[in-house]
């Protein structure tokens, strides 16, 4: 192992062993807009990797380019070692994508939607049928097999838009905010069926919006913005960015400017956001140092209603890096 900075964040190398997903100085730009910039990452065999970003980052472009759907500008990707400009069709073989947007079949029911899938990915006779069978087992939608899709609710439709992604055994798997809109059960049996595949081998890249979700299910994560990856490793290592600090959310009412001068000259501290109604800060002995920062607050004309103290998250970094949350 070893490390790598990029724009001053360390992070780490992982050895080449079982890399599924490579892509190296990645770059994709529609005119003159550059919406991926020299984006370079790999994920391995058995491991989930996070790909976060605010609305506009690149996630979406980089995934269209990993699945074949947008040709880089230049740059390299390879799946299971194949290029997936030269060698598209090798590379997609043991490729499973489960889009943001639904691709199901409404007036088909759950079994025709499996076996359309699982025949376009080359399964025939005794082996799809089986197969379907397996995937409508472990999605949980045997009891609903032969309704149609139309009447299934949000949750059976995100499940069976990963079955059908999964049908044909795929190697490597591109999930893109998988569980958006989905209710808590189905979300839980999502994130299960998730760590099932990747317990069996399977390569996950992960989008998100659910912090929680990102923070609790990856094993690695890059962080994009403005088309360029700012930070990745692992979740201690990303903490590291914010030092041993704790962070202290405020809810209230605070005014930025009066709110700035008030605390700029404290030391050790550092101003992660401030919105009307909360403010997020950084600092060591959050704690004990309360009293203090209660006093400059009212002295800005601050109104504090609630106060909470917390380690750093995946959502203070991220706010950290970006200068905005995940969900704007």
């Given amino acids: 192992m070893c490390l790598q900075t ?5 992070a780490r190398i992982l050895p080449m062993s079982g890399v599924m997903i490579e892509v190296a100085d990645l770059r994709k730009q529609f005119g003159d807009l550059v919406a991926v910039d020299e984006v370079a990452f790999e994920a391995r065999s058995g491991e989930i990797f996070g790909f976060l970003g605010p609305n506009g ?5 980089t995934i269209g380019c990993l ?22 069709l ?5 490729l499973g994508v489960v889009p943001q947007e639904l691709a199901l079949f409404e007036e088909l029911s759950a079994t025709h939607n499996l076996s359309y899938w699982g025949a376009a990915y080359g399964l025939r006779g005794a082996e799809l049928n089986t197969r379907v069978l397996e995937v409508l087992e472990i999605t949980g939608l045997v009891d609903r097999a032969k309704e149609p899709v139309k009447q299934f609710s949000g949750g059976m439709k995100r499940r069976l838009n990963l079955g059908c992604a999964i049908v044909h055994k795929p190697r490597v798997l591109l999930l893109d905010e998988p569980t958006v809109g989905v ?9 299960e069926l998730v760590r099932e595949l990747v317990a069996d081998g399977t390569c996950v890249l992960y989008t998100t919006h659910y912090m929680e979700e990102a923070e609790t299910l990856c094993d690695r994560l890059a962080i994009l913005d403005f088309g360029r990856i700012i930070a ?13 600090r704790d962070i202290l959310r405020l809810s209230g009412t605070f005014a930025e400017e009066a709110v700035r001068h008030a605390l700029d000259p404290l030391p050790d501290l550092e101003i992660l956001q401030i919105e ?9 002995g959050a704690s004990l140092r309360l009293p203090e920062l209660f006093q400059a607050l009212h002295g800005a004309g601050a109104e504090i209603r609630d106060t909470t103290v917390s380690q750093p998250s995946l959502e203070s970094l991220f706010i950290k890096l970006t200068g905005k949350e995940l969900r704007e």
Avoid at 57 to 61: L, Q, R
Avoid at 68 to 88: A, F
Avoid at 90 to 94: C, G, I, L, M, V
Avoid at 276 to 283: S, T, V
């Fill in 6 to 10: 990029w724009g001053g964040v360390i």
């Fill in 57 to 61: 980052a690149g996630k979406s472009t």
């Fill in 67 to 88: 699945c074949g759907l947008i040709t880089p500008t230049s740059g390299r990707i390879r799946i299971l070692g194949h290029d997936v400009v030269t060698d598209g």
């Fill in 90 to 94: 090798a590379s997609r073989e043991q």
């Fill in 183 to 191: 209710d808590p059960q189905s979300r839980v049996r999502l994130l």
């Fill in 232 to 244: 990745q490793g692992t979740l201690p290592e990303l903490r590291g960015i914010l030092g041993e």
């Fill in 276 to 284: 009307e109604d909360g403010l997020r800060l950084a600092l060591a």
